[in-house]
């Protein structure tokens, strides 16, 4: 049990100060600075932590935290700013909602979710992860940063799930580069296969994307002559998400 407590008071301290050093955590709780650095990777083995992108020596704590306990995100601004809208789409076109942030550049974690009453349909539990190139929420949201994030994220590699997982550097800059025109992503059996999406991002005011929103459906229900409808339907929800976060 003592070192249960101990990883749950390295967890808070980390979030409280991150990005925080081992140094740091070892000064703070007078541990030996072994059993620190082994808690740490520990967590991070587990998905509650991670190093920091701009510099590795750091720790933080990821997305997936928010997943826990949904119903903690009850008290949050972006889960007060997006349920009502992902219910009025999902009425909208009866298909499974959710919603996903970026945990950095290493995955999208799904935080919520609004489902259809198709008897057949896309099911995604929350905490459950997904790369972002080859995933609509995931682009929606690298369509939105800036170039050298992009070329980061290039740069580790883009794993290919399915033939037609974009992972190819040039198509997927090009497929971004639609996405900023369009205002939506598509996911056509890009990662799962049979799965098939269209997302939005969620902006705040300085337009750094906060979070995705996505409809999703079983790819024998999915119709390309709808894919503007949808697509503008999506953005629409995340328009309204972002304008509720900023108070309009």
Known sequence: MKSVTRSLRILEAVAQHQPVTVGELT??????????????????EAG????????????????????VRPAALQGSSLFAAAREPMIRLRDAVNETIHLSVPDALQCMVVVD?????????TFHSIGDTSP????????????QLPKRDVEELIAQGLERFSDTTPADPDELRAELDRIRTDGYAI????????????????LDESGTPLAA???????SRYDADR????????????EEISGRLLGG
């Not at 932590?49 to 935290?65: C, F, H, M, S």
């Not at 972002?132 to 369509?143: N, Q």
């Open 187 to 202: 996911n056509r059996n890009h990662y799962r296969p049979g799965v098939c999406a269209l997302a939005a991002p969620v």
């Open 132 to 143: 972002l190139h080859a995933t609509a929420v995931g682009r929606a949201i690298l369509a």
């Open 213 to 219: 929103v996505a409809v999703s459906m079983p790819d």
């Open 227 to 238: 894919e503007s409808e949808w697509g503008d339907r999506v953005a629409g929800a995340a």
């Open 27 to 44: 000064k703070l709780f007078g541990l030996p600075k072994s059993t620190v650095q082994r808690t740490l990777v520990t967590l991070a």
């Open 48 to 67: 509650w932590l991670r190093a920091n992108r701009k510099d590795t020596t750091r720790w933080e704590i990821g997305a997936r935290v928010l997943a």
């Open 113 to 121: 979710r609004v489902d259809c009453d198709h008897p057949v349909r």
